[in-house]
């Protein structure tokens, strides 16, 4: 079990302690010095670090060549950053990879959640967690590059009735028609996996 206190202090607010959980037992690691590998989906064996210092050493040894994951999350290292001299030893610090981390995958997840037209219902929640586990693997979801794409905002979670309450007032009359017209089709196509939302949009 991941340390209650540390999610508590650390994850993005914005995800319930459960969820973060769910998170980083799915997709994250147990040592805060982790750092994995991959080039060409394969994975490539680096010695195991056993400080702050030598899991960044390794980082910038292969960032830019090589899909490089690091700490409790399992954070994609390099997102946004230009020249590897600007990672710091802060992305193996258990609190600051856990706020990194949950930040980038709620976003993640609210990129998903926004695929399936923003359900409301918990019963397809699970879904939405399994498909953003997997984008977080992958880097990719539906042709999107998760990592890079544009933060589509609401709320990360089903069940967050205050953030869908704030959204819906924040939105006009005709995003609302718009959104629920999505949400409509996204039901009927969820299985199809057919992204009809574009259509009849600007």
Same mark, same amino acid.
């Given at each position: 079990?991941?340390?209650?206190?540390?999610?508590?202090?650390?994850?993005?607010?914005?995800?319930?302690?459960?969820?973060?959980?769910?998170?980083?037992?799915?997709?994250?690691?147990?040592? %805060?010095?982790?750092?994995?590998?991959?080039?060409?989906?394969?994975?490539?064996?680096?010695?195991?670090?056993?400080?702050?210092?030598?899991?960044?050493?390794?980082?910038?040894?292969?960032?830019?060549?090589?899909?490089?994951?690091?700490?409790?999350?399992?954070? %994609?290292?390099?997102?946004?950053?230009?020249?590897?001299?600007?990672?710091?030893?802060?992305?193996?610090?258990?609190?600051?990879?856990?706020?990194?981390?949950?930040?980038?995958?709620?976003?993640?997840?609210?990129?998903?959640?926004?695929?399936?037209?923003?359900?409301?219902?918990?019963?397809?929640?699970?879904?939405?967690?399994?498909?953003?586990?997997?984008?977080?693997?992958?880097?990719?979801?539906?042709?999107?590059?998760?990592?890079?794409?544009?933060?589509?905002?609401?709320?990360?979670?089903?069940?967050?009735?205050?953030?869908?309450?704030?959204?819906?007032?924040?939105?006009?009359?005709?995003?609302?028609?718009?959104?629920?017209?999505?949400?409509?089709?996204?039901?009927?196509?969820?299985?199809?996996?057919?992204?009809?939302?574009?259509?009849?949009?600007?």
């Amino acid at each position: 079990m991941f340390d209650v206190a540390l999610i508590q202090q650390c994850a993005d607010p914005s995800l319930k302690p459960t969820i973060v959980e769910q998170f980083v037992s799915a997709a994250g690691s147990s040592d %805060p010095l982790a750092v994995t590998v991959k080039s060409g989906g394969r994975l490539i064996l680096v010695s195991k670090a056993n400080s702050p210092d030598q899991a960044i050493a390794i980082v910038r040894q292969y960032v830019g060549q090589a899909v490089v994951r690091v700490g409790v999350t399992q954070l %994609p290292a390099g997102i946004g950053i230009k020249d590897a001299a600007d990672l710091k030893p802060d992305l193996v610090d258990p609190c600051e990879n856990l706020r990194k981390g949950t930040a980038m995958f709620a976003k993640v997840l609210r990129i998903v959640a926004k695929w399936y037209g923003n359900p409301k219902s918990d019963e397809v929640f699970p879904q939405i967690f399994d498909d953003a586990i997997y984008a977080w693997k992958t880097g990719e979801f539906e042709g999107v590059r998760v990592f890079q794409a544009p933060d589509p905002g609401g709320s990360a979670t089903t069940d967050s009735a205050s953030s869908s309450d704030a959204d819906a007032a924040d939105s006009s009359p005709e995003d609302a028609a718009t959104e629920s017209a999505d949400k409509d089709r996204s039901f009927g196509s969820a299985n199809m996996r057919i992204d009809l939302s574009r259509i009849g949009g600007k």
